[in-house]
């Protein structure tokens, strides 16, 4: 059932059925996901003659052994989040964005030719702050390219943004491999190393402030979307386009920005991880990132503010999977399989629709299309 916004005056919902009125709220169906993607993967792993007690031990004990255990997982959270929030601000608007991990590629490239560019000739305050403009600049203007595409030929921004990701990195291959690669660099490309002034401050082990800017930007998005005019603008588009259209909302503007914006969050993205922990551009640098932000804005049904637990819950499996590797015997990539399995469990629980799930609450009046 696909609710959208009346703007023609109050309107009634029509009856719900049986099977509509008994569902279980959306909490209880992401726990159930979660329970199913646990029992598998333990499966998986009797299979595979290991434990599982003894894996999921493991995994708890890397992820709480100590402080540093600690600052590894909020080191992750960044990127997840921010990523999920690149998700999450375009599914206001109805459109998927699955060009995450391209558009943090192209933040922290936009994030080191900045730096290039002042030549470590900037007190550290202003260089990583013309630093983070420039990332989500780069990642803004890389999801520009499907924005654009989607305005002039209506090409799909689900298939657009994906191709982008590829498209990123053999960007970012280049230019580590030529005009950017290090002369000390031996055996594998890279780029120089930051200057201190280029990187972010740590605070707790590995951790940098960058954990402060992602759990402030959240909250930044949710008020946004809540309380102005151009978050109302997207839910209503979101919701009935030709609702969006009958109010004379300038819809190809707010379908081209709601893209740009998540780019520029990815971008954002990009800038802390290579400032807070890389310290320098590789080729496969932040493999993997932007689909487990895709994964934790999905697990929350696109919600800014939850958005911040289920990245936070990803990092701590992904984190988990160094006990999985030191006494499982398991690659520590195992974890992707729970991660997936996590997402297929997220997936069949929701109906996959053109608005964002989670915004259905903050409608008052509606009725079916």
């Known amino acids: 059932m696909l609710l ?9 919902s029509p009856p719900q059925n049986r099977s509509q009125r008994w569902r279980y709220p959306p909490t209880s169906r992401t726990f159930a996901a979660f329970t199913a993607a646990a029992l598998v993967f333990a499966l998986l792993l009797v299979a595979n003659g290991t434990n599982p007690v003894d894996a999921y031990a493991a995994m708890w004990e890397s992820v709480t052994r100590d402080l540093q255990s600690f600052g590894d997982v909020l080191v992750r959270l960044v990127p997840y989040l921010l990523t999920a929030l690149a998700v999450v601000v375009p599914a206001r608007a109805g459109l998927f964005n699955i060009g995450g991990e391209g558009q943090t590629l192209l933040g922290a490239i936009g994030a080191f030719w900045i730096a290039d560019l002042l ?5 550290r305050v202003p260089t990583l702050l013309a630093m983070t403009v420039g990332a989500m600049l780069a990642g803004g203007l890389w999801a520009g390219i499907p924005a654009l595409l989607r305005l002039l030929s209506g090409a799909n921004e689900t298939i657009s943004t994906l191709l982008m990701n590829y498209l990123a990195v053999l960007f970012l291959g280049w230019l580590v491999f030529e005009p950017w690669k290090s002369s000390t660099s031996v055996g594998f490309p890279r780029t120089r190393a930051f200057d201190e002034i280029e990187q972010l401050p740590l ?13 402030m930007t959240a909250f930044a998005v949710w008020a946004t979307m809540r309380w102005t005019s151009w978050g109302f603008q997207l839910t209503v588009l979101g919701t009935n386009p030709e609702a969006a259209r009958r109010a004379g909302f300038d819809t190809n503007r707010l379908t ?23 310290k320098q551009l590789r ?3 932040m493999s993997g990132y932007g689909f487990t932000g895709l994964l934790a804005a999905w697990m929350v049904r696109h919600h800014p503010l939850k958005a911040i637990t289920s990245s936070a819950l990803l990092a701590a499996i992904a984190i988990g999977g160094n006990g999985l590797k030191i006494r499982a015997g398991l690659s ?7 991660m997936a399995l996590i997402l297929l469990g997220v997936l069949s629980q929701q109906h996959v629709s ?16």
């Open 354 to 369: 053109r608005s964002s799930p989670d915004l259905a609450n903050d409608r008052a009046s509606g009725n079916e299309s």
């Open 332 to 338: 520590g990539a195992s974890v992707n399989i729970l």
């Open 119 to 123: 030549g470590q000739n900037v007190p």
């Open 256 to 278: 081209a920005f709601a893209l740009i914006a998540g780019g520029g969050l990815a971008g954002l993205a990009g800038m802390l991880h290579v400032t807070g922990v890389e």
């Open 203 to 215: 605070v707790v082990g590995r951790a940098h402030i960058g954990i402060i800017v992602a759990i």
């Open 283 to 285: 080729p496969d640098i």
């Open 4 to 12: 959208v916004v009346s703007i023609d005056g109050p309107t009634h």
